[in-house]
């Protein structure tokens, strides 16, 4: 018996799609890591950004060269003197975000290297975030979840002068912004 009509395809067409599927999900989904990776420390470059332009117009309102040192967020914390709400993000909370007086030198590495800016009146000061220090929310006021793991590997540089670092991987390895 003779079949005249035969549809579909064989098993080994099946395999073979099958095959080209799995090969380009294997090549896509580092990428896509990577990318997502990225996206979540672009927050917290974000938010050290308006942290760094409210300490210069906070420095700039007293004086010129006075800058604020702490925590933003928290008891004795300096983000109320300096206009910042960090409350609706999506990855850090607002307990990630610091400032630190660059009395000395502000050493940041990158790609291996050391990337060394020297303050002058224009660089008094490093902010950083760091994601290690987000706090899980139920719900934060924006009416989203934060899931404090997802950006605990996030960690970001920036001094006063705009040098930006940041890491994806819990500060081992640095990349400038």
């Not at 090549?27 to 300490?55: H, Q, T, Y």
């Not at 702490?70 to 300096?82: D, F, K, R």
């Not at 409350?87 to 030198?105: C, D, G, H, I, R």
């Not at 303050?119 to 000061?125: A, D, K, L, R, S």
């Amino acid at each position: 018996m003779k079949r005249l009509n035969q549809k579909g395809f064989s098993m080994i067409e099946l395999l073979v799609v099958l095959l080209i599927i799995g090969i380009l999900a294997a090549v896509a989904a580092p990428m896509f890591l990577a990318s997502s990776d990225k996206a979540k420390a672009s927050e917290a470059v974000a938010a050290i950004g308006s942290i760094r332009s409210a300490e210069r117009i906070y420095a700039m309102q007293h004086g010129g060269s006075t800058f604020l040192d702490g925590e933003i967020y928290g008891a004795g914390s300096i983000g109320t003197q300096l206009g910042v709400d960090l409350s609706n993000a999506k990855y850090l909370s607002p307990e990630s975000y610091k400032v630190v007086l660059a009395t000395t030198e502000s050493t940041f590495p990158v790609n291996g290297a050391t990337a060394v800016v020297t303050p002058n009146t224009t660089v008094g000061f490093v902010v950083t975030a760091d994601g290690s220090k987000s706090v899980q929310t139920a719900s934060a006021s924006d009416g989203k979840a934060r899931n404090a793991s997802e950006a605990s590997n996030i960690r970001a540089k920036m001094d006063n002068s705009g040098v930006i670092v940041y890491s994806t991987d819990g500060g081992n390895n640095w990349l400038q912004w």
